[in-house]
């Protein structure tokens, strides 16, 4: 499997959920403690190849593809703005918005698929805002977790519901019709860094901690959780649901592992990675080719492989 | 299933009110019958809601909480936060502060939320100002976290130095004025009783018999040494007294020193402030590794490797916390710290400048329809089926560049691994029951349609998939139907995919789904 090497540190990775073969990457300087970033749009082929480089003046901490239009990318950049990208113009003409409003960094993005306007910013100032595409300002602001706020995701089926995972170790349940969050699932003792909505079961929502598990959690009874998933050495940086089996979730880690999990499944475990060699930061599951996989990690490489095969093979 | 004390499904403007409407009972009875009716055709949204009654005794843990003295001085943001991650509700922690005498009003700006037209953040976070003002925001006089409280710290030393030099040298000056007036005086009035008992006893000496002489040269010997050691005393004293000055004033000194070091270190920290947003970075970044004391708000750990500079504001990297061990980080990643840490900025940083060019451009029409996904309902999928050959010829101009036009391989990505599924076909003949689809996978098609399982390295899962286990944990039994519902759905997903992919029975892959599968995207966020 070909792999890309970025010049910065990867922070995350996503497929386009238009083109097979594409995908972008953000990438920050210096780790992202200080330092500039870049947004890479690679092209899959025999070799992984560049489309298309955006620079940022901060490290880019997260990126996420439109689900509309098919060239755009909003990008979370660590100086709290949050940046649009249409890779289908010259990098001369990007990026064609920026929208700061974050009081510190924006470490999150997700875009709702369903409604397919409007996007999300998860932020260290705690809040999580709503934005389109064509409005300057945010449409809302979220302010209730009492810390940063390190990511939010949109149900897949349901257009106005969202989660957000913060460092004030709860997740928070929104919906945008609502003033305030209309559930808190304190779910774990220590900080959430990453949660994701099952696109099978839209109750069930899974939440990735420093405390190194995973745990699943149905939101008609969220006292106790569904399914504890141990197995990382350290904290799990982020978790994503699969688009093709329900039960079926991709987590990477600061044990440079990736790790495939099956919660319905008496031994979760069933696929471990372990091709990064600093922390795996980012990792994707297609939405459009079923099983595969891409990840990047803070050894400024891009690896995307079939579920099953090796990625550092060639 | 807790019976749901919130709104019907339907009545969404009388959401806003649920935290009051949570307490008064008699709403609650007449939303009984329209409860259970609600449970069985819940809307989507109110499955995302608390539906719990207040439970009194976790209001009251909370209440006795929110009344000891301690919880009192510290700000209303951490007691919420305390109380949300024991697990009350929203409802539950209003409820306890509306029981608890809270002087401070800001219980209800907590809550709230500023819809921004106009982006004002500034007006919410005023609200917000008081409890996190301190340490988390960055306030543009104090400096953040440990050297706040330091520097308060230091402004307390400073009155104290102040108060103490003043009192020093009063003492000393009240000393010194002591020794002259008191001791010298008593000095002299000893040595002239001395001298006056010496002339006294000298009339007397020549009135008595010269046998005395020997004596009263003896008691004058003896006055004349006395006196001698009281002056030698005296002079003792003195220099006692002056030792004591000396060591007060080199005690001042000493103070002294220690204020103009404390002025250093406020000046590195000043500094340190200039690269504040980093610091901060560094900060939360080690904060994703470690606990955060709740007490100590945004106070990172220091590592016990590294440098152990009290009035750093940030960790070095991620020490190990109480529990969860911290992952160690890459050298260069500490080489970076500690460069930022001396106020040193890494040389490979440009100045970029990342503005929209024309931010008023509008934006570029897209090429593009967008995708059904994949667990969206049947219909679409078929809608799918005839809009994904309209876009083959646009997606072939992608493989243009990897030179498959006209190639009928499929591209890498896609290509199951060939490797694996020889494994599954040996497994299939072992455990006998067929395993996974059969290899001649519709090749020319892009696998998103129909999803089939991959080819899974273990058998054992895949075999676990088609039986998975009965959730022992959850006991409810409705839980238990939701589960049997789950694997059945699983079962009849496999089965489909095992066919080759055939969705021709709309009602089974509908089936699947819950009956409410609401498209909408009618609604729009503008329109409220």
């Known amino acids: 499997m070909p792999v890309f090497k970025t010049p910065f540190n990867g922070y995350s990775v996503k497929f386009s959920p238009f ?224 688009p093709h089996r329900g039960s079926l979730m991709a987590s990477c880690s600061y044990d440079m592992t990736v790790c495939l999990w099956d919660y319905m499944v008496e031994d979760a475990l069933i696929g471990r990675y372990d091709h990064h060699t600093e922390f795996a930061v980012g990792v994707d599951m297609s939405v459009l080719v079923e099983g595969l996989l891409a990840s990047t990690g803070w050894d400024e490489l891009v690896y995307v492989w079939q579920h099953g095969t090796d990625p550092r093979a060639p | ?123 919410s976070s005023n609200g917000q100002q008081q409890p996190p003002a301190q340490v988390l925001q960055p306030t543009p006089v104090g400096p953040v976290g440990s050297s706040s409280k330091m520097g308060i710290l230091s402004r307390f030393h400073w009155y104290r130095a102040v108060f103490a030099v003043g009192l020093l040298a009063v003492s000393g000056a009240g000393t010194a004025v002591l020794i002259k007036n008191a001791i010298v005086p008593r000095l002299k009035s000893w040595i002239r009783k001395v001298a006056s008992e010496e002339d006294e006893e000298g009339p007397m000496k020549e009135n008595n018999a010269k046998p005395n002489v020997a004596e009263e040269a003896a008691a004058a010997a003896k006055a004349a040494a006395a006196a001698a050691a009281d002056v030698a005393r005296a002079s003792q004293e003195i220099l006692i007294t002056k030792s004591e000055e000396k060591r007060y004033f080199e005690e001042l000194i000493n103070l002294l020193n220690v204020q103009t070091n404390e002025m250093k270190s406020m000046s590195n920290a000043v500094q340190k402030l200039e690269g504040q947003s980093i610091n901060g970075r560094i900060t939360v970044e080690e904060q994703a590794n470690q606990r955060v004391s709740r007490t100590s708000s ?89 809009t994904f050959q309209s876009q083959e010829s646009s997606n072939g101009s992608n493989y243009g560049d990897n030179q498959l036009n006209g190639d009928d391989t499929l591209p890498w990505w896609q290509r199951k691994n060939v490797r694996i599924t020889e494994i599954e076909t040996a497994d299939e003949q072992k455990f006998g029951s067929p395993n996974l689809p059969s ?43 939701q589960s049997t519902d789950v694997t059945d759905e699983l079962q009849r997903i496999t089965k489909i995919s095992e066919s080759g992919g055939a969705v021709d029975a709309n009602g089974q892959i509908s089936g699947l789904q819950s009956a409410e599968l609401p498209q909408e995207e009618n609604g729009s966020y503008l329109e409220t």
């Not at chain 2, 503005?355 to 967008?370: D, E, K, T």
């Not at chain 2, 080819?455 to 088609?466: D, N, Q, S």
């Open chain 2, 1 to 123: 299933m807790a019976t749901p004390s919130d709104a019907p499904p339907s009545s969404t403007d009388e959401k806003p009110q649920n935290p009051v409407s949570q307490v008064t009972q008699p709403t609650n009875d007449d939303r009984q019958d329209t409860k259970v009716e609600g449970v069985k055709e819940s809307s989507p949204t109110s499955v995302f809601v608390n539906s719990e009654p207040i439970r009194e005794e976790q209001v009251q843990n909370a209440v006795k909480f929110l009344s000891h003295p301690k919880v009192r001085g510290s700000p209303v943001m951490y007691r919420r936060s305390f109380l949300e991650r024991k697990g009350l509700t929203k409802e539950e922690i209003d409820e306890a502060f509306r029981r608890v005498p809270d002087p401070t009003p800001a219980v209800a700006t907590t809550q709230s939320v500023v819809t921004n037209q106009d982006g004002q953040i500034k007006s």
């Open chain 2, 439 to 481: 290899n001649e996978r519709p090749v020319q098609r892009s696998s998103w349609v129909p999803p089939q399982p991959p080819p899974v390295v273990m058998p054992e899962a895949a075999a676990a998939i088609r039986q998975p286990k009965k959730s022992s944990y959850l006991s409810d039994d409705q839980l238990l139907s």
């Open chain 1, 19 to 242: 083109y097979e073969n594409q995908l972008a990457v953000a990438t920050a300087q210096n780790f992202g403690i200080l330092g500039n970033g870049r947004v890479h749009v690679l092209q899959l082929g025999p070799t992984v190849t560049e489309r298309a480089a955006f620079d940022t003046a901060d490290g880019v901490y997260d990126l996420c593809w439109s689900e509309s239009h098919d060239s755009l990318i909003v990008a979370a950049i660590a100086d709290g703005s949050l940046k649009i990208y249409d890779s289908s113009l010259p990098p001369a003409a990007n990026p064609i918005r920026s929208l700061h409003e974050h009081a510190r960094e924006c470490h999150g993005v997700d875009f709702n698929s369903v409604r397919k306007d409007s996007f999300l910013s998860a932020s260290w100032d705690d809040t999580v805002k709503l934005w389109t595409v064509d409005r300057p300002a945010s449409v809302r602001t979220f302010k209730e977790h009492a810390y940063c706020v390190y990511s939010a995701a949109w149900n897949p089926r349901h257009a106005d519901v969202f989660a957000s995972a913060s460092g004030d170790c709860t997740t928070r349940i929104w919906d945008v019709r609502e003033p305030g969050s209309t559930m808190i699932l304190p779910a774990h003792e220590f900080e959430i860094l990453s949660c994701d909505w099952n696109k099978y079961d839209d109750c069930i929502i899974a939440t990735a901690s420093v405390d190194k598990s995973i745990k699943v959690w149905d939101v008609r009874n969220y006292r106790i959780p569904v399914v504890v998933l141990n197995g990382h050495g350290y904290a799990v940086r982020k978790v994503k649901f699969s």
């Open chain 2, 298 to 386: 945004r106070q990172p750990y220091t590592n016990g490797k590294a440098d152990a500079d009290s009035s750093s504001v940030r960790s070095l990297s991620p020490p190990a916390p109480v529990e969860p061990s911290a992952a160690p980080h890459p050298k260069s990643y500490m080489e970076i710290m500690a460069m930022i840490q001396r106020g040193e900025k890494p040389s490979n940083i440009r100045e970029i400048n990342d503005a929209p060019p024309n931010p008023n451009q509008p934006v570029s029409n897209p090429r593009l329809a967008p995708k059904p996904k994949p667990w969206e309902s049947n219909q679409a999928q078929n809608s799918s089926l005839t």
